[in-house]
């Protein structure tokens, strides 16, 4: 029973971590790159894409369920006009999706479960799936929900670069501050 309340406590905090930390992303994203918006929700350059990334990637489900809330959170004031159903799926294709693609590419044996062995070309191929299915995925929910206002084939192209580039700016600044730190911590030693 200990087991099972400490595993379960374990989880809940991974999930509220990854929450606060992509709407934290989200707001960072705002406030660096407003000027390269597309449109509303559509931006040339998506740094939470990245964090999505490593939180699915780091945390697994937990990180994919708190991307999900933090989703919800963010996209509270635009329950009225699109609705609950349009809110729901949304969150479930930013926070969900991106653990789906994890969990097909180590079905296919593409990434390992535990990322041992990781190769520079296998996250790349993990970022541009990821990029690709997250950006027709929300094209897809907006269009069925707003036919009016929007234009999927036209959005989903900026989208698509938005997070791609997004993606592989977190890594590669993760990436960077890694290999620095442990030269760092190198030369203390």
């Not at 809940?12 to 934290?24: E, H, N, R, Y």
């Not at 999927?152 to 730190?181: E, R």
Request: aromatic fraction near 14%; glycine fraction near 6%.
């Amino acid at each position: 029973m200990k087991r099972s309340l400490g595993v379960l406590s374990q989880w809940l905090l991974m999930t509220a971590a990854s929450a606060f930390l992509f709407i934290q992303f989200f707001r960072l994203n705002a406030w660096l790159f407003s000027w390269l918006e597309h449109a509303q929700g559509i931006n040339w350059v998506f740094l939470p894409a990245g964090f999505r990334v490593l939180l699915v990637l780091g945390m697994g489900l937990p990180g994919a369920v708190g991307i999900f809330c933090a989703n919800l959170w963010l996209d509270t004031d635009s329950i009225g006009a699109q609705g609950w159903l349009s809110v729901l799926l949304t969150a479930a294709a930013s926070g969900l999706g991106p653990w789906a693609i994890k969990y097909w590419m180590e079905s296919r044996q593409l990434l390992d479960r535990h990322l041992h062995h990781i190769t520079a070309s296998r996250l790349l191929h993990f970022v541009l799936v990821y990029a690709v299915v997250n950006a027709v995925l929300h094209q897809t929910i907006r269009w069925s929900f707003d036919l009016s206002n929007s234009k999927p084939w036209l959005d989903v192209w900026p989208m698509f670069v938005g997070d791609a580039m997004g993606a592989l700016a977190i890594l590669y600044t993760v990436k960077f501050s890694l290999t620095w730190l442990r030269q760092r911590a190198n030369k203390r030693a």
